[in-house]
């Protein structure tokens, strides 16, 4: 399963970014998706994460600011950010729990990251 990331760049604080991942490869099913952030020196973090029914799950950080959902027939999470601070700015990964149509068990896949930078 192949997770492509896009959406990332450079934004003032206070703006706005939309990130998408789509999910690719022979796929039979994806339980849930998420996304995840690292900022430089620091360990990798849970942003939010929904499963295939719409569950949906925040860091604190980002909740009411952030906003994360799919479209299952596309195999695509998107995470809608607002409010930017720069304290945001990180690599954003795209995570999935997916099991394709050769493999007999759910695995979990990363994407390659996409840059978010938030400064003025």
């Avoid at 799950?57 to 994360?68: E, P």
């Avoid at 809608?80 to 759910?106: F, G, I, R, W």
């Amino acid at each position: 399963v192949q997770l492509v990331e896009s959406g990332g760049g450079l934004v003032q604080p206070g703006g706005s970014l939309r990130l998408s991942c789509a999910a690719s490869g022979r796929i039979f099913s994806i339980n849930y998706m998420g996304w995840y952030r690292q900022a430089p020196g620091k360990q990798r973090e849970l942003v939010a994460t929904i499963t295939s029914g719409g569950s949906t799950n925040y860091a604190d950080s980002v909740k009411v600011r952030f906003t994360i959902s799919r479209d299952n027939r596309k195999n695509t999470v998107y995470l809608q950010m607002n409010s930017l601070k720069p304290e945001d700015t990180a690599v954003y990964y795209c995570n999935a729990e997916a099991k394709q149509y050769s493999v007999s068990s759910y695995r979990f896949y990363w994407g390659q990251g996409t840059q978010v930078t938030v400064s003025s």
